[in-house]
Nanobody
């Protein structure tokens, strides 16, 4: 199986920055084979894609975060990062790490990001 552990969430004022990390582990996890990403869910709303990075390094971002957020990965550390700059109150949500391994989705427990105006 695969376990994902997020860290780095917290409270920040609008315009500030946060960096989220997601450490992956598990008997079937191989970083070089996994597509990974970040999703978020605000109260009362559906979970939405924030950014993904494929096993080959292809990047995909939601329009709302383009130019502000950067996803990256360190395969040697089995870790994926989300650098979030120029944060806005509408970025407030629980952020979830996702890994696609052998065609199955795995999720972390989520980390809260709160941006105050």
């Amino acid at each position: 199986q695969v376990q994902l552990m997020e860290s780095g969430g917290g409270w920040v004022q609008a315009g500030g920055s946060l960096r989220l990390s997601c450490a992956a582990s598990g008997s079937i996890f191989r970083a070089i084979d996994a597509g990974m990403g970040w999703y978020r869910q605000a109260p009362g709303l559906q979970r939405e894609l924030v950014a993904t990075i494929s096993s080959g390094g292809r990047l995909n971002y939601a329009d709302s975060v383009k130019g502000r957020f950067t996803i990256s990965r360190a395969n040697a550390k089995n870790t994926v990062y989300l650098q979030m700059n120029n944060l806005k109150p509408e970025d407030t949500a629980v952020y979830y790490c996702n890994a696609l391994v052998l065609l199955k989705d795995y999720w972390g427990q989520g980390t809260q990001v709160t941006v105050s105006s």
